[in-house]
């Protein structure tokens, strides 16, 4: 495996702030809206983003994590059980602006079973996409994103992994590649 | 670990501590799921299940069909009473033939001990043990056991004893093997005639005396009399069973620490607990319930996610 790293730390973190802009351009306030983080990874993307949205706007934001286990569409077609991960919404999405969050945007079934989840919990007034790496010519399904932290050109055969400090030991985006596809 | 170590759920003493683990952690997401206004996930829309009893069962056939409907599986209920059975036909023939209408899993009550495990050997869909005679009852031990962890915050080094009919008690015997398999201590309680005679070989401590075995524990698992399983007197009436190992207020009170209350229902109220310390702040018989949907859904989520395609 080659490994290329796409965004370091600095460049992270500028992307995180402009995409923090860039929902403030959207959502205003954000008193009707509320961030929803797809567990197991795109938590820690609103972790960030929580942060500075709540240091540029000098107040709270609303924000949840969506495990999306029981909505996937593998179920039985794996070598292993999948495990779910914490879900916290305890606030209502009812006619709220609801921000879906993950790292990776790849083939689109993650986020098909997370609008399906989200919808067990109500009826949002709008629901958008915000992903930090959008992995481009690869879906299986008609899903895109309303805020794309940066774009990519992908082969199947390649992994894109988003790192975290807390985890990884380091804020970074790096592309995996396997030698033998040259 | 993300994987059952079992094909089917026969009784709790073929599971290991991390199956037990892996159940509750799936159950918690469960528990969460019920608790959304939309109460139902689509993971097993295309396992059809049937629950089949020979015996009767409200709580536990409703908890099992609640458990399965929130799954998105289709569900077949059938019961002994009404059926071929009464007319001759043996349980692998009956079973056999609701399978041959594609049901990938069975969920069987039977009033014999070693049903579900016979039946597991005879049949190619995964069988849940929903109540074998005086053998197991492996997902009351689950939630009972998931009912504590929720209280105490863990099993482990926990006191636990069981007062009642323990002899004929299906819940009794997977709660020990449950509860100690989580790291608990286990008593049972109860006349001389209902505690089994070899039951110490278990490891577990025996005790005749109630007020003794309630100082001693955290937790306090209160059973029925099963009075349709007794074909001897075992004690001279109901009124002396429940003087003698009956809960009341009074000894509550009386205790130097306050425990925490189960039963695993039907509850006889005056008999082996009264009404006040059933409705009481320390019971969590009505949380025990709740939490049986969920711990039956993740049995059955893990089991279904072994099922070949």
Known sequence: MEKQVILNEKQLQLTLKRLSHELIESHGDFSETVLVGLQPRGIHVVKKLKEILEE???????????????????????????IPSITNIDFSIENKKVV????????GRTIRSGLDALLTFGRPAKVELLVLIDRRFTRDLPIQADYVGKDIDTLRSEKVSVEWKQIEGEDKVVLFTKESNG | MDNLSVDHLTGIKDLTKEDIEL????????????????????????????????????????????????????????????????????????????????????????????????????IKARVVNAGDGTH?????????AYSIREKLGTVAGKKVVIVGDILHSRVALSNIYCLQKLGAEVMVCGPTTLIPKHIHELGVKVS??????????????????????????YFPSLREYSMQFGLNKEILNSLSKEIVVMHPGPINRGVEITSDVADSKQSIILQQVENGVAVRMAVIYLLASKIER
């Open chain 1, 100 to 107: 879906l969050i993950d790292d990776v945007l790849y083939t």
């Open chain 1, 56 to 82: 540029i706007l000098q107040h709270a934001v609303i924000c949840g994590n969506l495990d999306i286990t029981f909505f996937r569409d593998d179920f039985r077609r794996r070598e292993k059980a999948i």
């Open chain 2, 208 to 233: 005749h005396n109630l007020l003794e075995a309630l100082e001693w524990c955290d937790v306090a698992n209160m059973l029925r009399i099963q009075l349709e399983r007794q074909d001897i007197k």
């Open chain 2, 23 to 122: 159940i509750f952690k799936t159950a918690d997401s469960f528990k969460e799921v019920i608790n959304r206004p939309i109460k139902k996930v689509p993971s097993l829309r295309d396992i059809t299940i049937a629950n089949i009893f020979f015996e009767n069962s409200t709580r536990t056939r409703l908890s099992f069909e609640l458990a399965e409907k929130r799954l998105s599986a289709d569900v077949v209920n059938f019961s002994a009473s009404g059926s071929s059975v009464k007319k001759g036909e043996t349980l692998i023939d009956t079973v056999n033939n609701i399978l041959s209408m594609k049901v990938d899993m069975v969920v069987m009550r039977h009033p014999n001990p070693g049903a579900a495990k016979f039946l597991s050997q005879k």
């Open chain 2, 136 to 144: 197991e009852h492996p997902t009351q031990a689950l939630l009972d």
